[in-house]
């Protein structure tokens, strides 16, 4: 497979040698973010099987140019359908072209081969067949996870008409256009074939079929039995290589391809394609040997903007004049020094939960600072991506090296101050990476889970037990209570996972005391000598918690209560917000990180300018410099005095 852009696109060109290509349309949101694997999968089995195919992302998806709020967005969608569709005939000049799609994207899919008239085939995977059904699926998909994993975090309401699910939004507009359609009054495509895969048989189903029959179409309907393998959020979900199988066969036989045959050798090597947006230009790179992949955003020279959101057509130059008057008077370093790494949380691909590295990535750009978002090889587009990933996977010794790796990367383009971010198990990966990793000037830990894993380690995938801060502020509503002597809530598994985390921190904190006096070095006395060493090396450590976070408590075990042992490092800052949930799905959490690390990457700078200018001094007198860390200043008051405290919001 080879990265390429078209028309604001990104995607991949998985290659072969036949003369029937697929484009894959995927879906939309959170469930195109679980899909990833499943759907780099099918591309792959495909192109192994004699049938080139190209899988992509609208654009103000993914790695493709725009935001998800800019203006009516199914409009862009079906272009972008257009835009690959001509894009494969172009490269792999194939005969026939058929459109797979996926849940919404197999509603865009009919739509768009209604409107080419050149496509020949249609594959509907669990489409969605009507826009209002599935808006009201994302509202309810909402209303759970904010029941569930985020019932304390008081947000405001989005505004009227905008539909958010697990941190992706609809704009009104797109929101409005999207219930109002309906693959049974609005799609009649004239395609001689076409599969349906269904995960439950139903009504809706069958009048689809019934509605291709009637244009003429040749119409097979088969079981979707894997649905659950190919969209889901488990890191450890089977591979659906009976999808896949379905899927080749019924093209193999409506077009008479060849299965089996040896797909093409597909050539990485020369230049890679670029996207360019507004104050920004977007680069795939594969580095590490040709293991991982990455995405680089650098900013383009001379760009300004009026405020820090995906795209503004009225450009005010203030902000940016006020950073390079800074950069010109030597209160500000200059920021092609500094890049940030931006690294993968839990299974998710390198555009991040929620496509938030993305959307930051592009911010920074705009203030002048590079970034490459990157994935581990375990994961996302790294070339020799498992299949099957565990959580001891995430957190195994070679993915602390894929991350370090990373960091070199950034050095080895010129800039000597990376700064790496990291959320949940990427966290983790950056505390360890770092610490071994000389070259890091910054370090952002963000709802840090795991602060030890031990090889060999497996963690059981028993039911989530939320922090104590949780069930003590439960205990004052009346709904938990009523809930409670309804039998609703299971006490004895809460109880259970309670005493046993509270076990963990008794064993951790006897561990740690035999250690002093002599014995084997424990978890807790490794953890510490890491931020140790980064603290000696001055490297400026940001540690971020949400204030109902279950990863307070492994924080606690290793840094004492309210990261009281923190407070001794000199770069060394810890906060809580009460608007944090664990993933950032929420727009003010993302707003709130996004802050944080841009007021990181300026602190670091003002401080580093006075470095420079201490040693300018030292020089003209002849005086050695000692390499004194002097005091931050803030730009904002989310890190408050003292080191730790709790975040604005």
């Known amino acids: 497979m080879k990265p390429v852009a078209f028309e604001g696109c990104f995607g991949w060109m998985h290659d072969a040698s036949g003369n029937t290509g697929v484009v894959l349309c995927g879906a939309y949101g959170h469930e195109a973010v679980w899909a990833h694997r499943s759907w780099r999968g099918l591309a792959e089995h495909l192109s192994d099987n004699h049938i080139p195919t190209l899988r992509f992302d609208y654009r103000g998806t993914g790695d493709s140019l725009e935001s998800e ?22 490269q792999n000049n194939v005969k026939r072209v058929v459109l797979c799609g996926i849940r919404v994207g197999g509603l865009l899919a009919s739509m768009a081969a209604e409107r080419l008239a050149d496509i ?11 826009g209002r059904e599935h808006i009201r699926e994302l509202k309810l998909i909402q209303r759970r996870w904010r029941n569930t994993s985020a019932p304390l975090i008081a947000v405001d309401e989005v505004a009227p008409g905008v539909i958010e699910t697990v941190g992706f939004r609809l704009n009104q507009a797109t929101a409005a256009r999207l219930e109002g359609l309906s693959l049974l009054k609005d799609a009649a495509p004239a395609i001689g074939h076409v599969l349906i895969l269904d995960p439950v048989k139903v009504q809706a189903a069958d009048k689809l079929r019934d509605r291709y029959v009637a244009m003429g179409a040749q119409v097979d309907v088969s079981v979707f039995t894997d649905y659950t393998h190919v969209i889901s959020e488990s890191i450890a979900a089977p591979v659906p290589h009976e999808t896949y199988a379905k899927v080749s066969a019924w093209i193999a036989e409506a077009f008479s391809v060849s299965l089996n045959a040896k797909a093409l050798n597909q050539d990485v ?24 992949f990455g995405v680089y955003c650098q900013p383009v020279s001379g760009w300004v903007a009026a405020d820090q959101t995906e795209a503004s057509d009225t450009a005010d130059s203030a902000p940016l004049d006020a950073l390079a008057n ?4 030597g209160d500000l370093a200059d920021a092609g020094d500094y890049a940030v790494l931006f690294s993968n ?20 750009a705009r203030q002048g600072i590079a970034s490459l978002r990157m994935d581990i090889g375990l994961l996302g587009d790294s070339a020799q991506a498992a299949t099957s990933v565990t959580v001891a996977d995430l957190h195994a010794q070679q993915s602390v090296n894929d991350v370090s790796i990373g960091i070199d990367w950034l050095v080895g383009a010129g800039h000597k101050r990376p700064t790496a971010v990291g959320i949940c198990s990427g966290a983790f990966l950056t505390l360890h990476a770092a610490s071994d990793n000389p070259r890091v000037a910054g370090v952002t830990l963000i709802n840090q889970r795991e602060y030890f894993w031990a090889e060999g380690r497996e963690q059981a995938l028993g039911p989530a037990i939320a922090s104590t801060a949780v069930y003590m ?15 609703q809530i299971p006490v004895a598994t809460i109880a259970k996972g309670l005493l046993a985390r509270r076990a963990k921190q008794w064993k951790a904190k006897a ?9 084997a070095p424990s978890a807790k006395r490794i953890v510490r000598a890491k931020f140790v060493a980064l603290a000696d090396r001055g490297v400026d450590v940001r540690v971020l918690y949400g204030a109902f976070d279950e990863g307070l408590e492994e924080a606690a075990t290793f840094l004492n209560k309210d990261f009281q042992w923190l407070k001794r490092l000199p770069q060394v800052r810890a906060a809580t917000s009460t608007a944090v949930d664990h993933a950032l799905f929420l727009y003010p ?8 690390v841009e007021q990181q990457l300026y602190a670091q700078r003002v401080q580093d300018a006075d470095i420079q200018k201490a040693d300018r001094r030292a020089g003209f007198f002849g005086v050695q410099r000692k390499p004194v860390i002097e005091k931050m200043p803030e730009i904002k008051n989310y890190w408050v005095q003292g080191q730790t405290g709790q975040m604005g919001h």
């Open 269 to 292: 090597s020369g230049a890679m394609p670029q996207l360019a947006g507004e104050g920004f230009i977007e680069t795939p790179v594969i580095f590490g040997a040709g293991r991982l």
């Open 120 to 130: 020949d085939g249609l594959i509907l995977m669990a489409p969605v067949v009507s």
């Open 511 to 519: 561990a740690y005391l035999t250690s002093a006096i002599g014995g």
């Open 589 to 596: 959490a993302r707003e709130q990180m996004m802050d944080a």
């Open 326 to 329: 800074k950069v010109q008077s």
């Open 473 to 487: 502020q439960s205990m004052r509503s009346g709904d938990k209570w009523k809930r409670l002597i309804k039998g």
């Open 69 to 90: 709020e800019n203006g009516e967005r199914v409009e862009a969608w079906l272009d972008s359908i257009r835009a690959a569709v001509h894009y494969l005939r172009q």
């Open 345 to 364: 949380t839990a299974r998710s691909h390198h555009i991040g939960e929620a496509r938030m590295w993305v959307t930051q990535a592009r911010r920074l």
